[in-house]
């Protein structure tokens, strides 16, 4: 999920790495993983480019548009062999709005010992055979199912 995602940026740039993330879903509020890392312009390059959660839209080309602004974005990060790290959030729910033949080419030409990391759930198949590891994390139990609202600092 995207916490290990962020925690894989902490050791990156705790090894001098650069990093690049590009959410494509998140947008419509400010996240505490975006404020601190935007706490470190010449490590990390942080582009928000969602408008929120798309089932909340109910626009198709206006999501479409959307991810494809982030994709770019996102080529923009794996072309750059600086970055050692990317981190491409929600790209799994954008895929949906994207061409996935495009993507996986994209992420296959990326720099040698470029890392990347995908968050979101439903990875399809092809982009899990792609990958060197590929994580599932199941949910057990959440505060939400008790009437627990989401809270600055814990879910965002």
Not at 58 to 77: F, G, M
Not at 91 to 111: G, Y
């Amino acid at each position: 999920k995207r916490s290990s995602a962020f925690g894989m940026v902490a050791r990156a740039l705790g090894h001098g790495m650069k990093v690049g993330i590009v959410q494509f879903i998140k947008g419509a509020i400010a996240t505490g993983e975006e404020q601190f890392f935007r706490r470190f312009p010449d490590e990390v390059q942080f582009h928000v480019m969602g408008e929120g959660y798309t089932w909340n839209t109910q626009d198709r080309a206006r999501d479409i548009a959307s991810a494809e602004r982030a994709w770019d974005k996102a080529r923009e990060l794996l072309r750059d062999p600086a970055i050692g790290l990317v981190v491409l959030d929600e790209l799994n729910i954008a895929l949906k709005s994207l061409e996935l033949e495009k993507v996986l080419d994209d992420l296959a030409a990326r720099p040698p010992m470029q890392h990347v990391v995908v968050t979101g759930r439903g990875a399809p198949p092809a982009l899990i055979e792609l990958a060197d590891t590929a994580t599932d994390m199941q949910l057990l139990k959440h505060a939400f199912a008790s009437g627990i609202a989401a809270q600055p600092g814990i879910e965002w």
